[in-house]
């Protein structure tokens, strides 16, 4: 039930995020107060580590190199190695400099290792890439502490 | 009777006091043996690799570059590569026989190459796939004082043939005595009887264990005696494989330089630059034939010796049934190959050597460094570091040459740091780098001249709502009191004054005025903050001259700095070190990548802009647009007062280079940044040419056209007008009277680009009326 409404929410973020950009419209109070409402369930979402990191765990990279490291990396953070797993990122970032995964990943990574600053870095190196799209842009802006 | 009961008394006691004797010698001899079997000879030291080259299909490779890196790990070209360590190379296709390394699989691949792209990868079964990684180049370890070197392998480690060879030749009732063989003894006995000399010996592998436990190799009754009680002690408290396995990493198998090359496993890189397991027959029998004179039968100072030695060894192989007729034939006229020595030979890289000791010491005490086997993986790129220590020396040459000798005690280094992550890639300390030493790289403090004035500027650049790269600086006269009756006046390098000045054009000029005026409007405040998030930890001292670079800082210093306006505000602590592992091979300590956002990219971006013009029309001009805008290159010139430092720091690709010249007795030089450091810098970077790299693209960033001398709004028919970028928001908005006509925006190409899209449109709409 959770995860279904996990996926709802998650439809509904990608609906704002991209009527955010086109919608020319001027919404009516009412919509604006539903706006308000749903904002915040947004701002709480993405306050869940465990979501983010769902999230992040589905993003794939653009090369199948890079793709076939993230998975190791992956794995061993599903069980909890975060050096491990913080090295197979970095390796993947020799091969390939400008991945949105691999930052997105060493952003939340640096965040469970108590790094709050540096994941806020990464986040920020990660939003300078220039093929990166609006849900990883969202999800990058989450880590970065003003 | 007295007489009788004191003999007997005596003869009591001789016996008390001999058995006495005798426990104490085991007891010595035992303690002896069961340290080294227990502890010493499991002395390892801390080896030291390179980096693990991996490549992508669809990844970025210089194809030159990656065969000098084939060379370098001691892989033979071979038309029909079968064997581990043999590759072909035709025609944009390399088919290589990888010697493994972790989870990279020993095995046949094929890369094919487009341009400097890695277009597909290969296994020899036809699958394709997307990833290969190079085993890394061991360069070092730190020995300890008797230079005993090894690497310890376990039984999964030794090939089965290696026992029954070195079983055959050294010890065939290997598993039926208990440490000394009686019927060894006797042949021994007879045979050196006969030539009234001591010809062989009838030592078992224990006993040859137990006398390398001594240091010594005399052939005494009283040493024999020894070791032959140590070989009953080993035997008694190890079991034959326990005994066997530290046989197998104990041998000694020869020199190198200082260091002592022990154990198969060692032997089999030192010689072959392979693993054991990787080894063919023939090799194994020549490894267990340098048993009886390491340097009797070294095949490389004795080639004929040691080709004889194998065949005799490949002999007792046949004798024994371990090979047939047919093999031993084949073996017995192959020649006897080796790899290069200076690949594989002790502490190289003297410089970087130093880079890993500190980060070492600050985790980890020397007697673990020299002991535990630990393997530590670092960050430098070997083809890099060749071709730095190759170019140092050349160019030091040309200098030469072209200045007199008055340059022949010239001193230089260098230092190149993957831009992204700080990664130190290659360093020298030296214009003799291949030596140990001084290493100016850490250690030379010097002034660091014009290098400090990108510092200053985005200092201002950072303040966007007062400065811009148009904004307008003064270049005339300045006098800074500086004392009662003493004032600092500083000077251009060319000793002329250049008015008002566009801030870009003072920074690529480097004009010394501009950029002390500007410091000092700053403040000591101001420019000492950007300082330290630029990674400098040092004191900042407030003079003025602190702006034109008076400033002393060793290169390791400044690269620092520079790295981090190279990576576009992003501080990361500069690493030689990427991973340790330790004897198991379970990492014992990483060095992560750290990164720190220290600037707005925006400054940055501007600062870089600067940084460019250096090589498009300042103190580094000389390269082609194409490569400038392909490397993405960027820099600044440095020279200190009299010409006594020659700087130069710049990036090109994903690679930050900075070098310097200088003498030790700080005499002046007759170098300038760009006549000396940049001449090393451009070798290197033309040499490892680097794959292109992409500007970062800011959306609050826009360009327009300016002018080159007065910094104010031009356009793109205009002479001497620049596309300069500005933070939106902060762009001169009126165009002077002189440039009405040639900077009018209706001119401009995005407005033509504008105009014939409309023309299009337009079209598209009568036609579909």
């Known amino acids: ?47 869940n580590k465990d979501f983010l990191k769902s999230e992040i765990l589905k993003i794939n990279a653009s090369k199948p190199s890079i793709q076939r490291i993230l998975n190791e990396s992956d794995g061993f953070w599903v069980k909890g190695n975060l050096k491990r797993a913080n090295s197979e990122l970095e390796r993947a970032l020799r091969i390939s400099k400008n991945e949105s995964s691999v930052f997105l990943r060493l952003s939340h990574i640096r965040l469970e290792q108590g ?22 842009r969202l999800l990058l802006n989450v880590y970065i502490k003003d | 009777m007295n007489f009788r009961i004191s003999i007997k008394y005596i003869f009591s006691i001789l016996t008390i006091v001999f058995v006495i004797f005798i426990l104490a010698v085991v007891s010595v001899i035992d303690r002896r043996v069961t340290s080294k079997l227990d502890g010493v000879l499991w002395t390892v030291p801390a080896k030291i690799y390179s980096r693990s080259l991996e490549i992508a299909e669809g990844g970025k490779v210089n194809i030159n570059n990656f065969l000098k890196e084939l060379e370098m790990l001691s892989y033979e070209e071979s038309s029909n590569p079968q064997n ?8 944009n296709n390399i088919r290589l026989f990888l010697k493994g390394y972790k989870k990279q699989e020993s095995g046949l691949y094929e890369i094919s190459f487009e341009g400097n792209k890695v277009k597909s990868l290969k296994r020899q079964d036809g699958i394709r796939i997307d990833l290969i990684s190079l085993e890394p180049m061991p360069i070092g370890g730190m020995y300890p004082s008797h230079m005993e070197d090894r690497l310890l392998l376990d039984w999964t480690q030794v090939p089965d043939r290696l026992v029954k060879i070195l079983l055959a030749v050294e010890d065939q009732g290997f598993f039926d005595h208990y440490g000394i063989s009686l019927k060894s003894i006797s042949r021994a006995f007879f045979t050196n009887i006969k030539a009234a000399n001591i010809e062989q010996g009838g030592s078992t592998i224990t006993q040859q264990l137990a006398k390398s436990f001594f240091f010594s190799s005399e052939q005494t009754l009283k040493r024999k005696a020894v070791e032959a009680i140590a070989a009953l002690l080993i035997e008694f408290r190890y079991s034959k494989q326990e005994i066997l396995l530290a046989y ?36 194994l029998a020549l490894l267990v034939g340098m048993l009886k004179g390491p340097s009797l039968y070294n095949p490389r100072r004795n080639p004929m010796n040691a080709l004889n030695r194998r065949n005799t060894v490949l002999g007792v192989l046949r004798r024994d049934g371990l090979i047939t007729e047919e093999v031993y034939m084949d073996l017995n006229i192959k020649p006897v190959k080796t790899i290069k020595p200076s690949f594989r030979s002790e502490t190289k890289y003297p410089a970087f050597h130093d880079l890993v000791r500190i980060e070492l010491r600050n985790n980890f005490e020397e007697e673990e460094l020299r002991s535990e086997g630990l393997s530590v993986y670092t960050n430098i790129d070997p083809i890099f570091q060749a071709s730095l220590e190759n170019n140092i020396v050349l160019t030091k040459e040309k200098l030469v040459k072209k200045y007199g000798k008055k340059l022949e005690e010239l001193e230089g280094a260098a230092i190149v740091v993957d831009i992204q992550n700080g990664e130190i890639k290659a360093v020298v300390g030296s214009t003799n780098p291949s030596q140990f030493g001084f290493n100016r790289s850490l250690n030379a403090i010097r002034p660091i001249g014009s290098l400090v004035k990108p510092f ?10 007062d400065f811009n790269l148009t904004t307008t600086l003064d270049d005339s006269h300045l006098s800074v009191p500086i004392s009662n009756n003493s004032s600092w006046e500083p000077n251009n390098f060319d000793k002329k004054y250049h008015g008002n000045v566009p801030l870009h054009k003072a920074l690529w000029q480097s004009y010394n005025i501009a950029s002390a005026r500007l410091g000092i409007g700053l403040g000591f405040d101001s420019v000492g903050k950007t300082f330290k998030s630029l990674g400098i930890k040092k004191k900042i001292p407030q003079y003025p001259s602190l702006y034109i670079g008076s400033f002393e800082m060793s290169p390791f210093e400044v690269i620092q700095a520079y790295q981090t306006i190279a990576s576009d505000g992003f501080y990361s602590p500069l690493r030689s070190i990427r991973d340790i592992t330790d004897i198991e091979g379970k990492s014992a300590l990483s060095y992560p990548y750290k990164i720190e956002q220290r600037f707005r990219p925006e400054p940055i971006y501007l600062i870089k ?22 490397w993405n290159v960027g820099g600044k010139t440095g020279t200190s007062d009299d010409q006594r430092d020659s700087w130069f720091v710049g990036y090109a690709g994903d690679y930050l280079v900075l070098v310097w010249f200088g003498f030790d007795d700080n005499r002046p030089t007759p170098l300038t940044g760009r006549t000396g450091a940049l001449e090393l810098w451009k070798n290197f970077i033309n040499d490892i040419n680097p794959n292109s790299s992409t500007k970062t693209i800011l959306p609050r960033i826009n360009y327009v056209w300016t002018d080159i001398g007065d910094g104010k709004l031009s356009g793109p028919k205009c002479k001497n007008s620049i596309l300069t970028p500005f933070i939106i928001g902060t762009e001169p908005k009126n165009i002077p ?9 209706l001119e401009d190409e995005s407005s033509s680009v504008i105009k014939k899209l409309k023309q299009v449109f337009e079209k598209k709409k009568s036609e579909t009326n």
């Open chain 2, 609 to 630: 802009f600067a940084m460019q013009q250096t090589f498009i029309r300042g103190t580094a001009r000389g390269y082609k647009q194409s490569t400038i805008d392909k």
């Open chain 2, 84 to 91: 581990p360590g043999q590759f072909h190379y035709k025609e």
């Open chain 2, 737 to 745: 009277s002189v440039r009405r006509r040639c900077g009018s925006m």
């Open chain 2, 248 to 283: 197998i990493n104990d041998v000694h198998l020869g020199q190198s330089g200082k260091r002592s090359i022990h154990g198969f496993g060692l032997g089999a890189q030192h010689f072959f630059g392979s693993s054991l397991k990787n080894l063919e027959t023939d090799q």
């Open chain 2, 456 to 465: 200053v500027y985005l200092s201002a650049l950072e303040k966007y709502q």
């Open chain 1, 1 to 47: 039930m959770r995860q279904i409404n996990l996926i709802f929410l998650y439809l509904a973020i990608i609906l704002v995020t991209s009527c955010a950009s086109t919608s020319k419209q001027v919404p009516t109070p009412t919509n604006t107060m539903e706006l308000d409402v749903f904002s915040s369930s947004v701002d709480q979402l993405l306050k």
């Open chain 1, 115 to 136: 790094l709050e600053v540096e994941s806020g870095s990464f986040a920020a190196r990660g939003l300078l890439i220039s093929n990166v799209s609006s849900w990883e």
